[in-house]
């Protein structure tokens, strides 16, 4: 019975390993499946950072034509590392240190293209001891460029936001915001070298009867033009805002009193008088009044002042 129950024995054991085989066959051929399939570029290496195999996606993003064509070599041999000692230093930290390396930015050739990469590596055991490495990337130049690009837009709207907050839409000169940044930045200076700026208020006397007789299109266009036009009088160390309506107001660092004079007396003389707008004969005239913010040491009571002073000329 014995010896006639061997056989039977045999086969089946036989059998059962058959299974096993094809099973591990299976199994491997849906490993090798996946990795083919994946889209991340993913290798292995040995313990002296030689390559012992790649999937698929990484073979085809460096042009290989088969694994047998990197199998033995270094990444230096290869050559497509911009910078190979930061991937060695992340290999060394994986093989004698056991740790993995995640998410590392390196650049690499491709087609004699610089690309930005992502890459991980991960060490792999043998009794208990590394024995080598496997490591992904994902090539992210285009995501890094589609995110810059994004950034670059975000800087534009703030800088529009900006330019909405400080300047005045109509005549592109500041607005009383950015009037206050400036005398701030004044201020500031005043401390540092004890240098005095003035603060000089204009308005266009009855401007409102050019909205009246002729419309607020003649108007805009006045505001303009006015704008345009004591720019022109103006120097480096001046700075143009339209604080409200067709008053404007002049910030200026001084060194003496007849600066002042001579700005508001140039500003009249070349503002003032009769000139064509929209097709129409304006005759413009202008009022100043000023003060200075050593009269006061605060930029609003030199604003007040300057205001008042203005309304006085008027």
């Not at 096993?20 to 083919?36: M, S």
């Not at 073979?59 to 694994?67: K, M, R």
């Not at 004890?194 to 266009?204: C, G, P």
């Not at 607020?216 to 700075?239: H, K, P, V």
Request: glycine letters at 6%; charged letters at 30%; one cysteine or more.
């Amino acid at each position: 019975m014995d010896i006639n129950s061997q056989p039977e024995n045999y086969i089946e054991e036989n059998e059962m390993l058959k299974q096993q085989l094809e099973v591990l066959k299976n199994q491997n051929r849906i490993y090798e499946a996946v990795l083919d399939n994946t889209h991340a570029k993913i290798f292995w290496k040995d313990k002296t950072r030689r390559f012992v195999g790649a999937n698929k996606a990484f073979l085809d993003y460096f042009g290989f034509e088969s694994v047998e064509d990197i199998i033995g070599k270094f990444d230096e041999e290869i050559g497509w590392l911009k910078n190979p000692s930061q991937f060695l230093n992340d290999e060394m930290i994986v093989l004698e240190e056991g740790r993995s390396v995640l998410r590392s930015e390196c650049k690499c050739i491709v087609n004699g293209q610089e690309r930005e990469i992502i890459a991980s590596k991960r060490p792999v055991y043998e009794n208990g001891q590394v024995c080598g490495l496997v490591g992904d990337f994902n090539d992210v130049t285009d995501t890094n460029k589609s995110f810059k690009e994004v950034i670059s837009e975000l800087n534009k709207t703030k800088d529009q936001i900006k330019r909405y907050e400080f300047f005045d839409q109509l005549t592109g000169v500041l607005n009383r915001s950015g009037a206050y940044e400036v005398a701030q930045d004044l201020e500031e200076k005043y401390f540092e070298d004890s240098r005095d700026f003035v603060s000089i208020y204009l308005d266009i006397v009855n401007f409102r009867s050019y909205n009246d007789s002729y419309g607020y299109q003649m108007g805009d266009d006045l505001l303009i033009n006015t704008a345009r036009r004591i720019e022109e009088c103006m120097g480096d160390d001046s700075i143009l805002a339209r604080f409200a309506g067709d008053v404007f107001i002049i910030l200026l660092r001084i060194n003496s009193e007849e600066e002042i004079e001579e700005l508001i007396s140039g500003v009249i003389n070349y503002v003032g008088g009769t000139r064509k707008v929209d097709g129409y004969d304006a005759k413009i005239s202008v009022k100043c009044g000023y003060a200075k913010y050593s009269e006061f040491m605060d930029i609003d009571r030199m604003f007040l002042e300057a205001e008042r002073r203005l309304f006085e000329a008027k």
